[in-house]
């Protein structure tokens, strides 16, 4: 060992950078990561598990649903409708009855989730242009199956009804105006397209806010914090030291899940890829910093594990991942406006799915970064350096 | 281990001064108008049973605790306001193992000189892997590490930075007997380079080898001063007695008047008082039994320390 070296300075101030004391953490995190295989491993094969199961399982445009006719009458027109509706993908015509109380029953027990009644004298008043009703009763305890088959169901009917050519209306009646539908940047409707951005932010979520909302109660647990506290490294320093290595940890997940999206569910990129590395590399850090406050207030690993799905339930419901935005209250709009998913999610559709690039989409970037400022700021105030 | 010859340490003659230091938790004073000082290049022995605030005052001297009244120095910087400085040159080593056992013996010790900013922390780490005899080891974990490597590793962490003050918390706690005289033998070498100890302990064996020992018990400081310096400040007078059966008279003696202390040694058993006219006589009857050997002696430094134990219950019960 060499005798005195230059780095004894009488004046007690820290010796070494600001700099170097982060870096040190950085490599304790980034090892201590690395040690723990299993944690690491789910880190990988959470997003690409998540991503297949809501891809594949998960469609909001229904197809099969279990279906019952109510057959009143025994005609042609009956008889067409119905097969018109076995036709087609969104109903699968499981039975036809001729009682009302069946059709309840089929109902109750879920074996069926719409019924069609074709009522007593249908064709004879459509034949005569009565315009005779035709009801449908839905299952509407799930909202969403049975708004999307009610819309599709009276487009199959006339359609059907038409090609027959079973029934030639009196009055071709011509609506004053014709609405067309323009389905812009999904034209196909399709849900996975709108899923998989909403994914890769409610993924990222739900892990990075766990990793480091553990990171500094494990310490206290393990204690590890004591002697920590007593080394001269600031709050500051500990902080961005803890997260750094997740930042990478974050990037990777997203890499996956916007790899699989565009390779196995065909989700486009037509924006530019800058401007999306950008906007995640902030937003991962922005949940960093959540979880790495959520680190400073709870007592335990198991309170800050609470308090992080706390945080990440409302972030599911309210960012418009679920349920659109546009259609909450405003109370809870306001809410969701608070939330990083909230603003992460529409610059990855915009940026995804509408070619915007990050420029246009300022207002979500600047709340992401203000979110990741108060988070920061509240947590290097509540990390307390002694152990009062 | 032969850190000895290492650094010359570079601090003011008295490293630690402090006054009145007061702390309480939940209403209860853990330290109470605590004051003490310790030397440069001094061990400075800390006992007290357990809960007597040892570990608290410690806290307080390198920063970890905020005194709720009192002040003083640690190195010369003012323990409520120059915590930073304080931490920079005060190795502190934990009563519990607080490196991080998931990292290998290497990475913790470079973990520890790059957050004390030190040039070449890769150097430095290995100088303490060969100082420290675990040369070939270092990519063991540390919590695969038995007790006494453990308390070694903590050590060669604690001094890596070449801190000009150690603050031991009860660091032999659970280590054999070779390996708490290797540790001993390493402190004595640190400190005569002019390295400043303060360490807890409730090893006698270990008290006697400080330069000065401080006792606190409720909080309290009750002695301090060399060991001989204590042992004369209790006043006891004391007598041993040995031979078959000598055990058997504790019961007998226990509540004598002019008894302050009685305590079993193996087969003798100590006895002892403030009073040495009231002792004599209380042992008096007991003196001509036939077999029993009675030898007026010195207290040792345990005997003092029981009877400053009891005389705290006594005071503070």
Redesign the interface.
Known sequence: ?T??????N????????SF??F???T??EF??MT??RITLATMVMLPIMQLFLFGFAINTTPHNLPTAVLMRENSDVGRSILAALKNTDFFEVKTVVTRAEDMDALLQSGKALFVVEIPEGFERSLRRGDSPSLLVAADATDPVAASSALGALSGIISTALENDRQVTFTEPVKPAFQIVQHRRYNPAGSSTLNIVPGLLGTILTMTLLIFTALSVTREVE??????L?????KPLEIMLGKIAPYVLIGLIQALVIIGVGVLVFRVPILGDPLSLTAATALFVITNLSIGYTFSTVAANQLQAMQMAMMFFLPNILLSGFMFPFAGMPNWAQWIGEALPLTHYIRIVRAVMLKGASIETLAYDTLALAGLMAVAMLIAVRRFR???? | MT?A????V?APETVIDVHHLTKSFGGRKVVDDLSMSVKKGRIHGFLGPNGSGKTTTI?ML?????PDSGNGTC?G?DILT?????????G?M?Q????????SIR?NL???A??????D?RGKAT?AIE?LGLKGREKQLAGELSGGWKQRLALGACIL??PALLLLDEPTAGVDPKARRDFWNEIHALAANGLSVLVSTHYMDEAERCHEIAYIAYGKLLAEGTVDEVIAGTGLVTFTVSGPGADRLQAELEHAPGVDMIAPFGTSLHVAGRDAAALEQAIAPYRDRPGLKWEKGEPTLEDAFIDLMRRSEDNFK
Do not use: H
Not at chain 1, 229 to 233: A, D, Q, R, T
Not at chain 2, 62 to 66: D, E, R, S, V, Y
Not at chain 2, 114 to 119: D, E, N
């Open positions: 060992m005798p005195a070296p230059s780095n004894t009488g004046n007690g101030s820290p010796g070494g950078s170097g004391r870096w040190a953490m490599v304790k090892i201590q040690r723990d393990r204690g590890t914090m004591e002697n506290l007593s080394m001269p490294i350096r002694t152990l009062d | 850190a010859e290492t650094y010359k570079d806290r390198c920063g970890l605790l905020t190195l910087f120059e915590s930073d400085r304080i931490r920079r040159r005060v502190y934990t519990k193992f607080s490196l991080y056992q998931d990292l990475e470079e973990f520890v790059r957050v004390y900013g030190l040039s922390a100088a100082r930075p070449e």
